[in-house]
Structures are given as structure tokens and as C-alpha cells.
């Protein structure tokens, strides 16, 4: 505004926009480009009242109020009738504390020119909103509001008193109402930025989240540099999951302002949600240098390093967390989450602790008490483990995981028929519970209900549980309780020994039908058992028939090998090849002696030492066809390990 003295020059805006910044939610504007374009003061005029009134600028800009006060003092002296001087006093005294001094210099200021202040502000709604600010700066939020309030029944077009509601009513979680007044001081002064900021707060807050993006993409177009509004979509990305986005606008944020706390903390959120945890720990390590009472960041730190195995590290992140902020808001979860170290770390005791805290913090959590329940099992404090599994049960009654647990509990104490109950109901809620149904049929076997116990045990060993294969085998070859059924067995010792780790159950199924094998060579079992051997060996074909990778047959060499010429992991249908001629496959094992005696292009050379590791297992049980290609194909230092088998099978 220009009046008959020159370039006015008004702070009334600026002190809004400093004020309100103390809320500490937003900053009304940026106060350094309302004075950009000033002309600077010559010789002549530098002792002027103008000249005090822009040196008054000049140190309220710079945050030298006592200063700015005196030369706005100076300025009012000099020429008793400078409006300007009087309003920039009253901001730089409301901006200093002064109210009453602030309040007396507006109204001499209006006293000499009443139309100036109303060119924007009414003077009264001026005083409502600064004292507002005020208040607001001295935590008394609910007055604060009050006053903004009657600024706006003074002047409803005040859009800095409709701001600065919207940001009272964010404060008192009311997003909804914020809203109203953010959108309205947005009618007023479309482009103010920190009005759009706030709005997509407020949209966040109620889960608005394409609204809240539009929002801050405003507040982007406006003023592209503005980092902690890249750091707003960051998080905003991370909520939706979109990490990648997340990660490029913490980024941003980042470039923008190295020190940014929060832009730091949602990159290092959105790495540990794609899988690259050291970088995730690296953006958490240094969002606590920037701030070292923020916990969530040693929570995440935590998660990190249990991801990576490595417990002790975990726990101590989680204690250090716990020392540092003991009643903080992530408190539970540290307690937790150190429950859950101390387990993995085999410190049972100290976890069984961690969760009864736990517990008592929030009773009404299954989690909790499930955990408890385990911690307590560890402990082999049975009664108590299944106390707490029944509370967690209550509250959780279809979680199949919480019944198998608690059976488990209960056999253990000898409660066998509670167990039953207990397994029943896993099953009843998840069929295909593989490890509950294996359980109940082990309760049922030591209740000497074996023909009850062979149904779970059949659906156990067909999910996949090698140890109730085992068992099955065991039992059919044995008539344990059973009719005896050796090709059942056969099948069921096959299936578990095409386990990958080489334990126990492996390699007694291995075992067991090598010597099926080596007598069958040997033609030492009598007629009717020999018949059930080579019917065992075809129902074990007929099982590998339905897992055959695709294309690979027993048809011919020429086919199969040009199939491993094309594929780019031929190993498993390798080792379906040789599980086929271990199961007495003439086909497969055909096949088996043409790779290894040509190869395969590209794939594996002739004498592969896989290849050649069937063959001498073959040989030293007696297979013919393998003494013979061992013995040409084998340097002679090696073929002893096999002559002794081999000539055995001569003789």
C-alpha cells in the first residue's frame, strides 16, 4: 500500500505469520519476500522518520525487537502523525509480549488514520487474533481458540484467524472441523502454502488420503523447495505402501534439508519394508543423532536386527529404548519385542517377565497371553503355560494356533485326554493342520487308540510332516496296532526320504529300502514277500509319476536330455530321474546311464560326480547294470569301494 509519505511500509502480515509458527504446526507465510524489493536508504534520508521506520523493519526481521521498538519509537517521535510507525510498533511490542503497549499504539495508529487499518484488518479482530497467538504460545490452547473465534465474529474474512483454528482443532484431533476453517482461509489466499500443508494434514488425519496428496501437491507447485512437504507425501506413501514413491520423496525431502527428523525416519521405514535393512538402519541411525529421544527409531533399529538373527543386539536397541523413554507411547511394544529377543536368545525367565508385563498392561490381548503361554512352556512350568493359553483362548477362540499350544501344555502335565480336546479343536478350526493332526494322532497312539490315531497320523504324513511318514512306515511294516501293509510303508519311508535335510527320519527311510533293494538283488526274500516289495516299488513310481517336473519323462535319453539342454536348473529333474531308478524305473535308470556316460550340452559333462555317486550306490547295493558300468567306467584305485558288493552279487 502507498499513502502520501511514500513506500508503506506494514508488519502487521509479518507478525502474523512469525507468531503463528510457535503453534508450531505451520508458518503463515514467509516474511523475508515481503521486503525484497525496498529501495535502499539514501545518506539523507538514513536519520529520516522513514528511515528509523525501515531500520525497524530491518531489526524485527532479524529478531532484534528491542531495537526494532526504539527505532519504531524514533520514527513516531520524529513525525508525531506516521501512522506506519504506530502499527509496526504495535506488531513488534504484541511480537515481544507487550499487549497493553501493542494494544495502545494500534489505537493511535487507527486514531490518526481510522481508514488504514480497515484497508485489511479491523483493529479489534487484529487484537482478538494477536492475543490468540499469545495465548497459544503459553500452552493455553483452549483460550487461544476462544479468542480466534471472536476475531472472526468481528471480521469473518480474517483468514489467518480461520488458519490458526484449523490448527487448534488439528491439536484437539478434530480434523474434520479443521478442515472447514483450512478450506476457508484457502477462499480467502488461494495460494498460501502453509494452508494447503495443514489441509493435507487434515485429510490425513482423516484418512483422506487421495485428498490429503492433492493437497500437498498444491503446496509443492507452489513452492517446490519445500522439504518438510515432500516429507508429508513420504510418509503419506509409506501409509498406502507405496515404498518406492516413499523412498524417493524422503529423498527430496532430505536434499532439501539434510536435517530433516522425519524425512530421515519414513526413508528408513520405507527401506526396511523392501528388504534393504542396512540402509533402513543407517537413515534410523541418524535420524536419533538428529534427535536422540525419538524410540520408534531404536524400536525399528530393534526389528532390524532380529531380521538379521542377531537377538543380543535387538534386545540391547529395546532396553536402551526402554531406559531412555519408559513411559513413552512405544513402551508396550519394546517390552514386547524384548520378550520375544530374550526368547529367541533362550533367556527364558527374563521373557516369561517381559510378557507378564505385558499382559497386565493389556489383559484383553490374546497375543500376549499366547506368548506367555509359550515363554511358560519353555520354562516347563506346564500349569501355569496352560492357564494362560486358556486366557488367550477366551479371547481368541478361533486362532487354531492358540488350541494346538494349549494340547501340547496339557500332554505334557499327562492331561491326555484334555490334550485330545485341545488337538480336536485345532483341527476342527484349520483341517489342514499338519502339526496338530500328527499330535493328536501321537495322544491317541499313547491311549492305545491306534485305529483312532491312524487317520490323523495318514492326513499328517500327506500335508507333508515327515516325522508322521516316518511313524506311518513304521507301523505298517510292523502291524503295530495296524494290519502290516509293507508297500503302504514303502510309500510312506519314499516320501520322507526325499527330505532335504539329511536327519534322522531321512536317512532311516534311505536305509530301509536300500536293503529292500539289496535283497531284492540278492533274491533272499521269499516268494510273497518279494511281491509286496516290487508292488511297494511301483506304488512308489506311480507316487513320483504325479510330482514329475514338467516335460521330463522316462520315454528316452535323446528326449530328456535335450529337455535339460533348454532348462535353467536341471538338478530337480535330476534327482526326480534317480529317485525313479531307485524305485526300480528300467526307463529312468536307462536315461541315467546315457547322461552319464555322454553328458548333457550346457548342463553337465559325462561322469557328472552326482551321476556318478547314483551309480556307485546302486552298485554296492547290487545292482548288476552298475557293477558293470562302474567297472568300465571306473578308474580301478576306486572301484573297490564297489567289487566287494559286486562280487558278492556273482557269487
Same mark, same amino acid.
Given at each position: 500500500?502507498?499513502?502520501?509519505?511514500?513506500?508503506?511500509?506494514?508488519?502487521?502480515?509479518?507478525?502474523?505469520?512469525?507468531?503463528?509458527?510457535?503453534?508450531?504446526?505451520?508458518?503463515?507465510?514467509?516474511?523475508?519476500?515481503?521486503?525484497?524489493?525496498?529501495?535502499?536508504?539514501?545518506i539523507?534520508?538514513?536519520?529520516?522518520?522513514?528511515?528509523?521506520?525501515?531500520?525497524?523493519?530491518?531489526?524485527?526481521?532479524?529478531?532484534?525487537?528491542?531495537?526494532?521498538i526504539?527505532?519504531?519509537?524514533?520514527?513516531?517521535?520524529?513525525k508525531?502523525?506516521?501512522?506506519?510507525?504506530?502499527?509496526?510498533?504495535?506488531?513488534?511490542?504484541?511480537?515481544?509480549?507487550?499487549?497493553?503497549?501493542?494494544?495502545? +499504539?494500534?489505537?493511535?495508529?487507527?486514531r490518526?488514520?481510522?481508514?488504514?487499518?480497515?484497508?485489511?484488518?479491523?483493529l479489534?479482530?487484529?487484537?482478538?487474533?494477536?492475543?490468540?497467538?499469545?495465548?497459544?504460545?503459553a500452552?493455553?490452547?483452549?483460550?487461544?481458540?476462544?479468542?480466534?473465534?471472536?476475531?472472526?465474529?468481528?471480521?469473518?474474512?480474517?483468514?489467518?484467524?480461520?488458519?490458526?483454528?484449523?490448527?487448534?482443532?488439528?491439536?484437539?484431533?478434530?480434523?474434520?472441523?479443521?478442515?472447514?476453517?483450512?478450506?476457508?482461509?484457502?477462499?480467502?489466499?488461494?495460494?498460501?502454502?502453509?494452508?494447503?500443508?495443514?489441509?493435507?494434514r487434515?485429510?490425513?488425519?482423516?484418512?483422506?488420503?487421495?485428498?490429503?496428496?492433492?493437497?500437498?501437491?498444491?503446496?509443492?507447485?507452489?513452492?517446490?523447495?519445500?522439504?518438510?512437504?515432500?516429507?508429508?507425501?513420504?510418509?503419506?506413501?509409506?501409509?498406502?505402501?507405496?515404498?518406492?514413491?516413499?523412498?524417493?520423496?524422503?529423498?527430496?525431502?532430505?536434499?532439501?534439508?539434510?536435517d530433516?527428523?522425519?524425512?530421515?525416519?519414513n526413508?528408513?521405514?520405507?527401506?526396511?519394508?523392501?528388504?534393504?535393512?542396512?540402509?533402513?538402519?543407517?537413515?534410523?541411525?541418524?535420524?536419533?543423532?538428529?534427535?536422540?529421544?525419538?524410540?520408534?527409531?531404536?524400536?525399528?533399529?530393534?526389528?532390524?536386527?532380529?531380521?538379521?538373527?542377531?537377538?543380543?543386539?535387538a534386545?540391547?536397541?529395546?532396553?536402551?529404548?526402554?531406559?531412555?523413554?519408559?513411559?513413552?507411547?512405544?513402551?508396550?511394544?519394546?517390552?514386547?519385542?524384548?520378550?520375544?529377543?530374550?526368547?529367541?536368545?533362550?533367556?527364558?525367565?527374563? +521373557?516369561?517377565?517381559?510378557?507378564?508385563?505385558?499382559?497386565?498392561?493389556?489383559?484383553?490381548?490374546?497375543?500376549?497371553?499366547?506368548?506367555?503361554?509359550?515363554?511358560?512352556?519353555?520354562?516347563?512350568?506346564?500349569?501355569?503355560?496352560?492357564?494362560?493359553?486358556?486366557?488367550?483362548?477366551?479371547?481368541?477362540?478361533?486362532? !487354531?494356533?492358540?488350541h494346538?499350544?494349549?494340547?501340547?501344555a496339557?500332554?505334557? &502335565?499327562?492331561?491326555?485326554?484334555?490334550?485330545?480336546q485341545?488337538?480336536?479343536?485345532?483341527?476342527?478350526?484349520?483341517?489342514?493342520?499338519?502339526?496338530?493332526?500328527?499330535?493328536?494322532?501321537?495322544?491317541?497312539?499313547?491311549?492305545?487308540?491306534?485305529?483312532?490315531?491312524?487317520? !490323523?497320523?495318514?492326513?499328517? +504324513?500327506?500335508?507333508?510332516?515327515?516325522?508322521?511318514?516316518?511313524?506311518?512306515?513304521?507301523?505298517?511294516?510292523?502291524?503295530?496296532?495296524?494290519?502290516?501293509?509293507?508297500?503302504?510303508?514303502?510309500?510312506?519311508?519314499?516320501?520322507?526320504?526325499?527330505?532335504?535335510?539329511?536327519?534322522?527320519?531321512?536317512?532311516?527311510?534311505?536305509?530301509?529300502?536300500?536293503?529292500?533293494?539289496?535283497?531284492?538283488?540278492?533274491?533272499?526274500?521269499?516268494?510273497?514277500?518279494?511281491?509286496?516289495?516290487?508292488?511297494?516299488?511301483?506304488?512308489?513310481?506311480?507316487?513320483?509319476?504325479?510330482?514329475? !517336473?514338467?516335460?521330463?519323462?522316462?520315454?528316452?535319453?535323446?528326449?530328456?536330455? +535335450?529337455?535339460?539342454?533348454?532348462?535353467?536348473? !536341471?538338478?530337480?529333474?535330476?534327482?526326480?530321474?534317480?529317485?525313479?531308478?531307485?524305485?526300480?524305473?528300467?526307463?529312468?535308470?536307462?536315461?541315467?546311464?546315457?547322461?552319464?556316460?555322454?553328458?548333457?550340452?550346457?548342463?553337465?559333462?559325462?561322469?557328472?560326480?552326482?551321476?556318478?555317486?547314483?551309480?556307485?550306490?546302486?552298485? &554296492?547295493?547290487?545292482?548288476?547294470?552298475?557293477?558293470?558300468?562302474?567297472?568300465?567306467?571306473?578308474?580301478?584305485? &576306486?572301484?573297490?569301494?564297489?567289487?566287494?558288493?559286486?562280487?558278492?552279487?556273482?557269487?
Amino acid at each position: 500500500m502507498k499513502t502520501q509519505g511514500g513506500n508503506r511500509v506494514i508488519l502487521i502480515y509479518t507478525c502474523i505469520s512469525l507468531l503463528v509458527l510457535s503453534l508450531s504446526l505451520s508458518s503463515l507465510g514467509n516474511a523475508a519476500e515481503l521486503f525484497e524489493e525496498r529501495i535502499p536508504l539514501t545518506i539523507d534520508e538514513f536519520d529520516s522518520a522513514e528511515g528509523h521506520l525501515r531500520l525497524g523493519v530491518d531489526f524485527f526481521l532479524t529478531g532484534e525487537l528491542d531495537v526494532a521498538i526504539d527505532e519504531f519509537r524514533e520514527a513516531a517521535h520524529q513525525k508525531p502523525d506516521y501512522t506506519d510507525a504506530y502499527h509496526n510498533l504495535g506488531v513488534t511490542l504484541a511480537k515481544s509480549g507487550d499487549l497493553t503497549g501493542a494494544i495502545s +499504539a494500534w489505537k493511535e495508529g487507527e486514531r490518526l488514520d481510522p481508514e488504514a487499518v480497515s484497508l485489511r484488518y479491523s483493529l479489534s479482530a487484529l487484537v482478538a487474533y494477536n492475543y490468540g497467538v499469545s495465548l497459544a504460545r503459553a500452552g493455553k490452547m483452549e483460550e487461544a481458540m476462544n479468542e480466534w473465534q471472536a476475531a472472526l465474529r468481528i471480521q469473518p474474512q480474517f483468514p489467518e484467524s480461520h488458519y490458526a483454528l484449523g490448527l487448534g482443532f488439528l491439536a484437539r484431533q478434530n480434523p474434520t472441523v479443521a478442515m472447514v476453517h483450512i478450506q476457508s482461509a484457502l477462499s480467502l489466499a488461494p495460494d498460501w502454502v502453509q494452508a494447503h500443508v495443514a489441509l493435507g494434514r487434515a485429510h490425513y488425519e482423516s484418512h483422506e488420503y487421495d485428498l490429503a496428496r492433492t493437497a500437498w501437491k498444491k503446496a509443492l507447485e507452489l513452492k517446490p523447495g519445500e522439504a518438510r512437504t515432500h516429507a508429508n507425501l513420504g510418509l503419506l506413501a509409506v501409509q498406502e505402501g507405496n515404498f518406492q514413491e516413499a523412498i524417493e520423496y524422503s529423498r527430496q525431502a532430505i536434499a532439501l534439508q539434510p536435517d530433516l527428523v522425519s524425512a530421515q525416519f519414513n526413508l528408513g521405514v520405507a527401506l526396511l519394508a523392501k528388504g534393504e535393512e542396512q540402509a533402513s538402519m543407517d537413515a534410523f541411525e541418524y535420524a536419533l543423532v538428529l534427535d536422540t529421544r525419538l524410540t520408534t527409531a531404536r524400536l525399528l533399529i530393534g526389528v532390524v536386527w532380529s531380521r538379521k538373527g542377531d537377538w543380543a543386539r535387538a534386545a540391547h536397541s529395546w532396553r536402551v529404548a526402554l531406559q531412555q523413554d519408559p513411559f513413552g507411547s512405544e513402551t508396550f511394544w519394546l517390552h514386547d519385542n524384548l520378550g520375544m529377543a530374550l526368547t529367541a536368545m533362550g533367556h527364558f525367565q527374563d +521373557a516369561t517377565k517381559e510378557f507378564q508385563w505385558v499382559v497386565e498392561q493389556r489383559s484383553e490381548w490374546p497375543q500376549g497371553w499366547s506368548q506367555l503361554g509359550l515363554s511358560l512352556m519353555s520354562e516347563r512350568r506346564w500349569r501355569e503355560a496352560v492357564v494362560a493359553l486358556e486366557t488367550a483362548a477366551e479371547r481368541q477362540p478361533h486362532w !487354531p494356533h492358540l488350541h494346538f499350544m494349549l494340547g501340547k501344555a496339557h500332554a505334557e &502335565k499327562g492331561e491326555l485326554v484334555l490334550a485330545v480336546q485341545a488337538f480336536r479343536e485345532a483341527v476342527r478350526i484349520d483341517s489342514n493342520f499338519v502339526d496338530a493332526l500328527f499330535h493328536l494322532g501321537i495322544v491317541l497312539r499313547a491311549q492305545n487308540l491306534v485305529s483312532e490315531a491312524v487317520d !490323523p497320523l495318514r492326513l499328517a +504324513a500327506e500335508g507333508g510332516s515327515r516325522e508322521a511318514q516316518g511313524l506311518l512306515a513304521s507301523m505298517y511294516v510292523n502291524g503295530n496296532g495296524i494290519d502290516r501293509n509293507v508297500p503302504l510303508a514303502m510309500l510312506w519311508w519314499s516320501r520322507s526320504s526325499r527330505g532335504s535335510i539329511p536327519d534322522t527320519i531321512t536317512r532311516t527311510a534311505k536305509h530301509q529300502l536300500a536293503q529292500l533293494r539289496r535283497r531284492l538283488y540278492q533274491h533272499t526274500f521269499p516268494l510273497t514277500e518279494e511281491q509286496d516289495v516290487l508292488t511297494g516299488f511301483g506304488l512308489i513310481r506311480q507316487d513320483l509319476e504325479t510330482h514329475a !517336473p514338467l516335460e521330463v519323462s522316462t520315454d528316452s535319453f535323446r528326449e530328456n536330455a +535335450a529337455f535339460l539342454g533348454r532348462v535353467a536348473a !536341471p538338478r530337480f529333474a535330476l534327482l526326480w530321474m534317480i529317485e525313479r531308478a531307485l524305485a526300480l524305473d528300467d526307463s529312468a535308470q536307462n536315461i541315467l546311464r546315457g547322461w552319464y556316460e555322454q553328458g548333457v550340452v550346457e548342463k553337465f559333462p559325462h561322469h557328472h560326480s552326482s551321476l556318478e555317486q547314483y551309480w556307485v550306490k546302486a552298485a &554296492k547295493e547290487g545292482n548288476q547294470i552298475a557293477c558293470e558300468l562302474m567297472r568300465t567306467t571306473m578308474p580301478q584305485g &576306486k572301484f573297490h569301494t564297489v567289487r566287494q558288493a559286486c562280487q558278492s552279487l556273482r557269487d
